[in-house]
């Protein structure tokens, strides 16, 4: 099994809270995980239609069927059941990690613990494989390799063909999270929507360009937006703007979570299509940015991430708030150095106080010019 960087946070949590909770999209590996962590827990997942049927009918009853300490799959499928491990926690707060429960849904998890679990949870959110895990299992293919396949488990742990894996999961999250929560009633509108935003990766979402092209409101553009938030098939990058005026834009940019999902979206069956896409530049900016994001969830980190750009088009591709200060990142897929790709970035420091670093991520070997970091795309992740 690879071994996940965040299992040291999560073993910290667990000896600190009664109850730790693991988000995270579909197949990243968190029953997996939380098993080889906990293996002195008892175990049930909440998608059998049996167990949970019994949760529901005779909460109480379950509870006792299944005594701490114990790991809960899908929790949300049964949300009344926090109240109760609430209950169950408080009768013994000496004990820590008495409860581990994993979930999906993002909002939905989050607000019922959130509401039932407040003071007495830790949570973590486990995401697809970072390009530094793989790293330490030996698995180092070229970046068009790594834009193909992505970073789900069972493609590097157990030899799963992308294309098939990314289907079915297609297959599985539109026939049912989706309809759960939006209860389609076009599913292949929805599918052309999930096409076209893979197509905006890294650009600035236009909702009304969006709902001009697929017939359906911007505001149907933005709950479908939200869903994909939700079950952590994309995320969001928000511009940083502070107090510096009005110049700066305020729309937001859409990733995805799973690179190798956006590359299946737009028809990509092979590493060799990969470089001669137009979206190769943007495929490869994801794929940086999700690995800090990951990273950075996997160190308990809040990601703090952020774009910039002006009214002009002056950007960073990412900006990270360390305290008051900030670190800009431009992003280039490309092999080879040059002094341009720091342009942008050498104009945003005469315009944006309290930068703190400024780092180029490229294909290419580490050095720095005039307090410019040129950073190779596999390393960053570490320093962010």
Avoid at 64 to 78: C, G, S, T, W
Avoid at 174 to 195: C, G, P, W, Y
């Amino acid at each position: 099994m690879i071994q996940r960087k965040i299992a040291e946070y999560i073993r910290r949590v667990a000896g600190e809270y009664a109850v730790v909770s693991v988000m995270g999209p579909r197949q990243s590996g968190k029953t997996t995980l939380v098993k080889s962590l906990f293996p002195q827990h008892g175990y049930v997942n909440l998608e059998d239609p049996d167990e949970r049927l019994a949760a529901e009918s005779d909460g109480a009853a379950f509870m006792k069927r299944h005594p701490a300490p114990l790991i809960i799959d899908e929790v949300q499928r049964v949300p009344g059941l926090l109240s109760r491990i609430q209950v169950l926690a408080d009768d013994t707060p000496a004990r820590k990690g008495a409860y581990v429960i994993t979930g999906s849904h993002q909002p939905a998890l989050r607000a019922a613990v959130s509401q039932s679990l407040a003071g007495r949870v830790a949570i973590a959110t486990l995401m697809p494989l970072t390009l530094s895990e793989l790293a330490a299992v030996g698995i180092r293919p070229p970046r068009e390799e790594l834009l193909f396949k992505g970073f789900m488990p069972r493609i590097h742990g157990e030899g799963a063909t992308p294309s098939r894996l990314y289907s079915n999961y297609l297959a599985t999250y539109v026939e049912r999270d989706v309809n759960e929560i939006l209860n389609l009633r076009n599913r292949r509108t929805f599918e052309s929507f999930l096409r076209l935003v893979a197509g905006r990766t890294g650009q600035l979402m236009n909702y009304d360009a969006l709902s001009s092209e697929i017939g359906v409101s911007a505001a149907t553009i933005k709950s479908w937006l939200s869903v994909l938030e939700a079950s952590f098939i994309t995320f969001t990058l928000p511009c940083y703007y502070r107090n510096w005026g009005k110049r700066f834009v305020r729309t937001p940019k859409v990733y995805f979570t799973e690179v190798g999902l956006a590359a299946h979206l737009l028809g990509i069956r092979s590493p060799d299509q990969i470089v001669r896409d137009p979206l190769f530049g943007g495929l490869f900016e994801n794929m940086v940015i999700a690995d800090i994001l990951k990273s950075r969830l996997n160190r308990g980190l809040a990601p703090d991430m952020y774009f910039i750009r002006d009214h002009r088009g002056l950007e960073a591709d990412l900006a990270i708030e360390n305290g008051r200060r900030l670190d800009l990142y431009e992003i280039k897929s490309s092999m080879s150095f040059s002094p341009d790709f720091a342009s942008g970035l050498r104009k945003l420091q005469t315009m944006i106080p309290d930068i703190r670093r400024s780092t180029v991520v490229y294909s290419g070997q580490a050095h720095s010019v005039s307090g410019i970091d040129y950073v190779n795309f596999c390393e960053v992740a570490e320093i962010a």
